[in-house]
């Protein structure tokens, strides 16, 4: 007959098994979810960029900086032109070196004709807008 001491460490082991495989079933769900999330916004991101397919020269106005390790990250706010109107955006930019972004630095600016709240600066010039 198994003694309380025995039959308590076997309650630990199973309660333990069952705890740590709980925790793998949840990761490997959650990571498929995560996963789909992911790739459904990288879709819609490479979509939403297709449609930028206009340019115009633009220039930073402001730059708010953030550090995450040794990746610079940036809101750059930038103007640009079209049609005689000046318009005003922010994009998000990342890995760059700190003097790479800076106010009056100049750029192209890739943007949605039908939607011109839909833009982003690149500083190479060569870029081709549209994601072409």
């Known amino acids: 007959m198994a003694s ?3 039959l308590a ?3 630990f082991v199973v309660g333990g098994v ?3 495989g709980g925790i ?3 990761l490997i769900i959650s990571g498929a979810s995560m ?3 992911v790739e459904e916004h990288a879709k819609w991101v490479t979509e939403y960029r297709k449609k930028r397919t206009a340019s115009a020269p633009g220039t930073i106005t402001e730059y708010k900086e953030s550090r995450s390790g040794k ?3 940036y809101n750059v706010t930038f103007d640009f032109e079209v ?3 000046k318009y005003t955006d922010t994009s998000a930019v990342s890995n760059g070196h700190p003097a790479t972004y800076g106010k009056g630095k100049k750029g192209k600016v890739c943007y949605d004709p039908a939607d011109l709240d839909n833009s982003s600066f690149v500083l190479e010039m ?3 807008c549209g994601g072409q």
């Open 83 to 85: 049609d005689g109107k």
């Open 71 to 73: 990746s610079y990250y």
């Open 126 to 128: 060569d870029y081709v």
């Open 18 to 20: 069952l705890f740590v």
């Open 4 to 6: 309380k001491k025995h």
């Open 24 to 26: 793998f079933v949840f």
């Open 9 to 11: 460490i076997g309650c």
């Open 35 to 37: 996963s789909k999330s």
